[in-house]
């Protein structure tokens, strides 16, 4: 019995290191699994077969595409901060629907993303947003609106938390509650909301915003589960509507936008019809 004792105090021993030795990586590994980059600068030619260009003008320390084909009165200007895989170039769709409708696209690219220097975190991205945004509304004016999809939505909130400038109206999709829970939901036998150091805490950061705030959640979406997307729709305490996508998951929703969502969702937030 002696003998027994001992060998299963040796097994839990060896499976407590196993586990803790997982606690450790995913702690020190935890950015290669939240930020996803394509880090390959898009060239001139690329861009030109899409009718995007730089963002300022030039090219050389670029923050986002532009529609080259923007209508020139246009209605506002939608700031789209994508997502936590491939870069801006990748969200050209958002183009192709909003232009019909009279709106400006301002696809934002991330540092350490599309060729742009820098090593993704919550405090680099959100800080390089609020800038982006202060250009933004030098150059273009108001109204501006930000559309932010999956990890953009996260930044988006942090960034208009973090922000005295105003900002008409918030389209979200795929929204989370906040970065620590959602990670204690895909990792539920580890201490994974403590480990988090981006925390991206939407509800937090929107307790205070008082604009129009639309919410897409995709109903078979895996990667955030629409409870996480519903307690941050809850906690709004703002004008605010939400749609749900039946049959779309987190990455083929683009599929089940019509051309009338993409209407009715810019007319919620831009206060049209009131």
Same mark, same amino acid.
Do not use: M
């Given at each position: 019995m002696e003998s027994l004792l001992n060998s299963l105090g040796?097994? @839990?021993?060896?499976?407590?290191?196993?586990?803790? @030795? +997982?606690?450790?990586? @995913? %702690? %020190?590994?935890? /950015? /290669?699994?939240?930020?996803?980059? #394509? &880090?390959?600068?898009?060239?001139?030619?690329?861009?030109? &077969?899409? $009718?995007? =260009? *730089? %963002?300022?003008?030039?090219?050389? !320390?670029?923050?986002? @595409?532009? #529609?080259?084909? !923007?209508? !020139?009165?246009? =209605?506002?200007?939608?700031?789209? +901060? $994508?997502?936590?895989?491939? &870069? !801006?170039?990748?969200? $050209? *769709?958002?183009i192709d629907a909003l232009r019909p409708l009279g709106y400006r696209v301002l696809l934002v690219e991330y540092p350490g993303y599309g060729g742009r220097p820098g090593r993704p975190s919550q405090a680099v991205l959100v800080a390089d947003l609020q800038r982006t945004l202060q250009l933004a509304r030098q150059q273009y004016g108001e109204p501006l609106y930000l559309f932010g999809e999956s990890l953009g939505a996260g930044v988006t909130a942090a960034a208009v938390a973090a922000s005295e400038q105003p900002v008409a109206g918030l389209i979200l999709l795929a929204p989370w509650d906040s970065l620590a829970e959602l990670a204690q939901h895909h990792y539920p036998l580890l201490p994974a909301r403590w480990l988090v150091r981006d925390h991206y805490d939407s509800v937090a950061n929107l307790r205070h915003y008082r604009g129009r705030v639309a919410v897409l959640v995709a109903d078979r979406d895996q990667v955030v589960p629409g409870p996480h997307s519903q307690r941050l729709f809850d906690s709004l305490a703002t004008d605010k509507r939400r749609w749900i996508f039946a049959d779309s998951d987190h990455n083929n929703w683009p599929l089940a936008a019509s051309e009338s969502w993409w209407t009715e969702v810019m007319a919620f937030v831009a206060g049209e019809g009131r």
């Open positions: 040796r097994w @839990l021993g060896v499976l407590l290191l196993v586990y803790l @030795l +997982v606690v450790v990586l @995913l %702690w %020190w590994g935890q /950015r /290669r699994l939240i930020y996803l980059p #394509d &880090s390959d600068r898009p060239t001139a030619e690329q861009l030109a &077969s899409l $009718h995007l =260009k *730089f %963002w300022p003008a030039g090219g050389d !320390a670029y923050r986002g @595409l532009v #529609d080259a084909l !923007a209508p !020139a009165d246009a =209605k506002g200007t939608v700031l789209v +901060v $994508h997502g936590n895989a491939g &870069s !801006a170039r990748h969200r $050209h *769709f958002y």
